[in-house]
């Protein structure tokens, strides 16, 4: 079974600039959800994606968006980022929305 | 707001010490996990634990949800224990909301 997958790993970028951050969830889960981790804080709900469809949304602008492919996979899309935008990015998946998450390594992003 | 609130933020012990890290929480709880951080940022599933007590080797942990809190409990604490641990809540129709944290060190 092979467990929730992340990339790139690092990644540095330059105020403005576009982002995506890829996910690949754990086999049989549906659900990915997202969540920003700035440092010395927790992480902090982004949106989640059910059966492709956006299925909750924390308090994040609309610059933040993403999707869900048909094999369960997900982006995270980050536009015109701003300094405030670095964080580690965590993507979690779960076999339905209220099942436990299982989180991946994280992609640590760095705008400078 | 719904807010879930651990203690004590950071903890100092001796290897082999015993430790109890707190969370609080604002409402009733649909969902509630326990994470430990690794120094590399990886988010390791400790427990799912709603309600009642669980156990895993030297971890344990108890939530008793009238009373709104949850307990995790690490004995003969290893330095390998280092890290941040979270306890990360559903509430209703919420997403995972994460406590503050607590960032344990364990000395040799």
């Known amino acids: 079974e092979t467990g929730v997958t992340q990339s790139p790993t690092h990644l540095i970028k330059t105020r403005g600039q576009q982002v995506t951050l890829r996910c690949s969830s754990q086999s049989g889960h549906n659900t990915v959800s997202w969540y920003q981790q700035a440092l010395g804080q927790g992480p902090q709900f982004i949106f989640q994606?059910?059966?492709?469809?956006?299925?909750g949304r924390g308090n994040f602008p609309p610059r933040f968006s993403g999707l869900q492919f048909p094999n369960y996979s997900s982006e995270l899309n980050v536009n015109a980022l701003e300094l405030d935008d670095s964080a580690l990015y965590l993507c979690?998946?779960?076999?339905?929305?209220?099942?436990?998450?299982?989180f991946g390594p994280g992609t640590r992003l760095l705008v400078l | 707001g719904i807010q879930v609130e651990q203690s004590p933020p950071d903890l100092i012990l001796q290897e082999g010490a015993n430790s109890t890290l707190r969370c609080n929480f604002s409402d009733s709880v649909n969902n509630l996990q326990w994470f430990h951080q690794n120094p590399w940022g990886q988010l390791i599933n400790l427990f799912y634990?709603?309600?009642g007590t669980k156990q895993n080797g030297r971890l344990s942990a108890t939530t008793v949800a009238t009373e709104r809190y949850s307990l995790l409990y690490i004995s003969s604490s290893q330095t390998t224990d280092s890290g941040v641990y979270f306890c990360a809540a559903n509430f209703g129709n919420e997403k995972l909301t994460f406590g503050t944290g607590t960032r344990l060190t364990i000395i040799p």
């Open positions: 979690a998946s779960s076999a339905s929305e209220r099942e436990t998450q299982y």
């Open positions: 994606y059910y059966r492709e469809e956006e299925n």
């Open positions: 634990i709603p309600s």
